[in-house]
């Protein structure tokens, strides 16, 4: 068990491109969630999926995001046309089960974007 | 709804001193309550937590107890170190209306620096 794996750690584009960054979530949780992190604030919520079923989209989750978790194993987060707003921390969590309350996440190192 | 809030920082500390964070919480029932940690382009990790009222949390040094009298959670230390220069965040889960998921929500997190 390595724990959650994000790749890549940083990515630089410019702005109207297309990225998309990968979660690997520890292997037996079934719950994935992704957040986005600016700079000097806390984590906020973007999405969830239970196995292979994106449950919850956050409204900032704009018509420009898309997530996805084939078979219910990794997960990709693609952003089309992007914009210099887009720039912050993509942070992935992965939990085995409904005690988020009790047990909390366990966080990837994050993918840090850059929209020049 | 429900949600925490956070001491504003940064705070500067030199090495050795006591360190206190203030966490306050506003949720229906007596959720868990949770500290994590942000070292420098790294993820969150988990540093301690109390899943009910009067509950002591622990790891690392750090303290924080549950009090639901004055819906607080806050974070201590009696002796910083310079490698505990980092962003903390308090968080609570959001218990799921219908049709929505168990997530966590963050405070802004504070930014500690101990000088040595």
């Known amino acids: 068990d390595t724990g959650v794996s994000q790749d890549p750690r940083h990515k630089i584009t410019k702005r109207g491109q297309n990225v998309t960054f990968r979660c690997d979530p520890i292997?037996?949780?079934?719950?994935l969630y992704w957040y986005r992190q600016t700079l000097g604030q806390g984590p906020e919520f973007l999405t969830y999926?239970?196995?292979?079923?994106?449950?919850?989209k956050s409204r900032l989750l704009s018509d420009r995001f898309s997530a996805e978790r084939p078979k219910g194993s990794f997960s990709t987060l693609e952003i089309q046309r992007t914009e210099q707003g887009d720039s912050a921390m993509y942070l992935c969590?992965?939990?085995?089960?409904?005690?988020?309350?009790?047990?909390?996440?366990?966080f990837g190192s994050g993918t840090r974007l850059t929209v020049v | 709804g429900d949600s925490v809030t956070q001491m504003e920082g940064p705070v500067t500390l030199s090495e050795e001193a006591f360190l206190t964070i203030n966490c306050t919480y506003t949720?229906?029932?007596?959720?868990?309550l949770f500290w994590y940690v942000q070292y420098p382009g790294e993820g969150l990790q988990l540093l301690l937590k109390?899943?009910?009222?009067?509950d002591k949390g622990s790891n690392k040094g750090f303290e924080a107890t549950y009090r639901k009298e004055t819906t607080s959670f806050h974070l201590e230390k009696g002796s910083v170190q310079v490698s505990d220069s980092a962003v903390y965040f308090c968080?609570?889960?959001?218990?799921?209306?219908?049709?929505?998921?168990?997530?966590?929500?963050f405070g802004k997190g504070t930014k500690l620096t101990v000088n040595p």
């Open positions: 969590a992965s939990s085995s089960r409904v005690a988020v309350r009790n047990y909390g996440y366990t």
């Open positions: 292997s037996e949780h079934n719950r």
């Open positions: 999926f239970q196995n292979e079923a994106q449950l919850e």
């Open positions: 949720a229906t029932g007596y959720p868990s």
């Open positions: 109390a899943t009910k009222a009067d």
């Open positions: 968080a609570l889960p959001l218990i799921p209306t219908q049709g929505g998921s168990e997530k966590l929500v």
